[in-house]
């Protein structure tokens, strides 16, 4: 497109912030909105449109972005701007929000508004990812008509990868955080068993570093235990929503996955929800 669209973040939590934060920087124009309306206010000097209503802030704009908390507020929140939203405007759903809440939309927005374009576009990367531009976007829909969509994706990200028809990213990013939290758990396990055997992180990670077991996400979670500084990159409480999302998914047993559920309910009970998931080692050594 010779014009950049202008676009609306519904959801200013650590990652539409971010993706805010990165289209003012490019020079998009931004209209945003939150439920706790103080998320955007840092963004406002900036350039951030701060509506007061999510019908606001999507009424002129041809891209919105959707970043909400679960499922149900998605639904709940994109249900109440059926006709707010621009003719032909399109729809970037980018939470992680389960298989059930996604088709329903899709079918919802085809009944109600074939004239808008619903992507589903889910992410793969965290809060530092996003704050500089480096995450994956896993996108699925009508790619032809997603020239706008693709404009904004560049400027959040470091690459769009299109996984056909709507719906499809949805599944493959419950197969990624899958993968993610039960890498978590073994790290969490094998820094336990390696502190009883007298090594460190540190030691565990000279080890690991150089061949094919030295993913840097491992690295970085490493840190995190070393250091004992869990800000949150991607919160326990929301990670084991996501191991809910992919069990309530699945055809087959995933009973790992099942297990980690059963743990990490236990650390959320325990009061460890809003720390980084990579305090489910603390939790383990407690």
């Not at 085809?110 to 619903?118: G, K, P, T």
């Amino acid at each position: 497109m010779s014009q950049k669209p202008e676009v609306a973040v519904l959801g200013l939590g650590a990652m539409g912030h971010a993706f805010a934060a990165n289209l003012l920087k490019k020079g998009f124009t931004v209209h945003g909105w939150n439920r706790t309306r103080a998320r955007g206010e840092d963004l406002v000097d900036a350039g951030l449109k701060l509506a007061d209503t999510a019908s606001d802030a999507v009424k002129l704009v041809d891209v919105v972005i959707t970043m909400l908390s679960d499922g149900d507020t998605t639904e709940e929140v994109l249900h109440s701007l059926k006709y707010a939203l621009k003719q032909g405007a399109t729809i970037c759903q980018m939470g992680t929000i389960g298989v059930e809440k996604t088709d329903a939309l899709i079918a919802f927005f085809a009944d109600v508004r074939d004239d808008i374009l619903f992507i589903d576009a889910p992410v793969s990367g965290t809060k530092a990812p996003a704050e500089n531009a480096q995450i994956l976007v896993m996108a699925s829909g009508d790619q032809s008509r997603a020239g706008a969509a693709e404009t904004v994706f560049a400027a959040i990200g470091k690459g769009t990868q299109w996984l056909g028809e709507a719906g499809k990213s949805s599944r493959m990013k419950l197969v990624v955080n899958s993968w993610l939290i039960g890498l978590m758990q073994s790290l969490a396990e094998s820094t336990r068993l390696a502190e009883q055997f007298g090594f460190s992180t540190d030691d565990l990670w000279k080890v690991l570093e150089g061949g094919p077991l030295a993913a840097p996400y491992a690295k970085m979670k490493l840190g995190m235990i070393a250091s004992d500084d869990y800000t949150p990159q991607m919160h326990l409480i929301w990670a084991l929503k996501d191991a809910r999302l992919a069990l309530d998914a699945a055809d087959s047993k995933l009973p790992a996955l099942e297990n980690i559920v059963d743990v990490w309910q236990q650390a959320v009970d325990a009061g460890y929800g809003e720390q980084d998931l990579a305090v489910i080692y603390k939790y383990l050594k407690a």
